[in-house]
């Protein structure tokens, strides 16, 4: 059988990428990897959980969290994330919130509403290489999102409509994004709130390292700043906010959630519906439980660790990496984003920095929607010790030093 001559035109557009493929050849123990963007697994709340677990399951949640439930989200769950979203200046309404399986899924679905085959979709360079996968199956144009020297409105939608749609969205990770591990300023989130307005357009807000600040002052996530242009009322609002439990509390239970105005839920709701009905009942029982009980103290734990090791990386980057290299200088989340001279290619250093010097990260370019980026790298410090951290960047520094010289 010929699968490839019945594939969907779509599925032109899934391809494994050839740097996931590389990295599972990594797990070797003797590897330092800064390559993995994951949650340190020994930060999980393992225990809360087990015991969250044989308490539903033994006590008289135990019917309803086995059974099939609302597409909408598990209700005690939606309502405790009423309140967090509070706290970031989002005043809404659990009918505001639709809990979706990872935030990952919840950007599927909104390519699904928004994308028609040939529409556009503005994203940064570089952007989150899981969000273009997502949007791809939709067969949209890209655009370049520059939230500090966005173009003339006109221009978007000109381009938009030679490539035979309209624009739909601007999709960005304001918070701290992965890969580059910047943070949109206040400046930068009314530009694109104004563009969106402009092209009458939505905001896909991904959030997903919301919690995981470690300096600097705090910015208003767009959607607040959108419910401020429009008298405190979510449901005028044209952003998109996707939140995540993955970097928080646990991957593992697939969970996150979609904020936004009631007409968009409702649409979103209904390709729950028609994909997976609702998330998993009883991991969505479970996490309303282990979060109302820990969420803060476990936030806190987490930041504690991750902002120690994000100072640890950047000290050994001003250490050793050599004049000509640049890198970014996060206030929260996982990843360092370093560029390295023209005719840097990150690919072929990966190849040679595992194969002499035993150590791994992301090349830059899968996370640029037009395949430009070669000279640029991703590391993450999230699963990283003091010695890997300290061992590892200067193993990285030889080698570029060695490469820039030859
Ligand atoms: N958005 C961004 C920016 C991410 O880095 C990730 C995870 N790598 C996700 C979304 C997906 O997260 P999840 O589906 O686990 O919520």
């Known amino acids: 059988m010929e699968w490839e001559k019945i594939f969907a035109s779509r599925a032109s557009r899934m391809k494994a990428s050839e740097i996931r493929e590389l990295l599972k050849l990594l797990e070797q123990p003797d590897i330092i990897s800064f390559a993995g963007g994951i949650p340190d697994a020994a930060l999980f709340p393992a225990e809360e959980f087990s015991k969250a677990y044989a308490e539903v399951l033994t006590g008289p949640d135990a019917v309803p969290a086995l059974q099939y439930s609302v597409s909408e989200g598990y209700k005690p769950l939606r309502e405790w994330l009423v309140g967090e979203m509070g706290k970031l200046g989002i005043p809404c309404a659990p009918d505001n919130i639709f809990i979706v399986s990872g935030s990952q899924q919840g950007l599927d679905y909104i390519g699904k509403v928004l994308l028609s085959p040939k529409d556009t979709a503005l994203v940064t360079w570089p952007t989150y290489m899981g969000a273009l996968g997502a949007f791809n199956a939709y067969e949209p144009n890209y655009d370049k999102l520059d939230p500090m020297t966005n173009r003339e409105p006109s221009t978007y939608a000109e381009k938009a409509a030679q490539g035979g749609g309209r624009v739909k969205f601007a999709y960005c990770v304001p918070e701290f994004s992965n890969p580059s591990g910047e943070t949109i300023p206040r400046a930068g989130r009314e530009n694109i709130l104004n563009l969106a307005e402009a092209l009458d357009i939505a905001v896909v807000e991904d959030a997903a390292y919301q919690q995981l ?32 439990f993955s970097k928080t509390l646990a991957p593992g239970l697939r969970l996150g959630y979609i904020v936004a105005a009631q007409d968009v839920i409702r649409k979103l709701v209904l390709v729950k519906q028609a994909s997976d009905l609702h998330s998993s009942t009883v991991n969505q029982v479970v996490m309303g439980k282990v979060a109302h009980k820990i969420f803060d103290a476990q936030v806190e734990k987490i930041r504690k660790t991750y902002s120690h090791r994000r100072d640890r990386m950047l000290e050994a980057m001003t250490k050793y990496m050599p004049v000509g290299v640049e890198w970014t200088k996060p206030e929260g989340g996982m990843f360092v984003w370093v560029t390295l001279p023209k005719g840097f290619d990150g690919a072929s250093l990966l190849a040679k920095a595992v194969r002499d010097h035993r150590i791994a990260f992301v090349p830059g370019k899968a996370f640029h929607a037009d395949g430009t980026g070669e000279n640029t790298i991703r590391l993450s410090f999230s699963c990283a010790s003091d010695d890997a951290i300290e061992t590892g960047i200067s193993r990285l520094g030889t080698l570029i030093k060695s490469e820039m010289a030859g």
Request: overall charge neutral; aromatic content about 6%.
């Open 213 to 244: 600040r470690y300096s600097g002052e705090t910015v208003k996530p767009i959607l607040a700043l959108d419910i401020e242009r429009n008298g405190g009322d979510i449901d005028k609002t044209r952003t998109l906010y996707c939140g995540s």
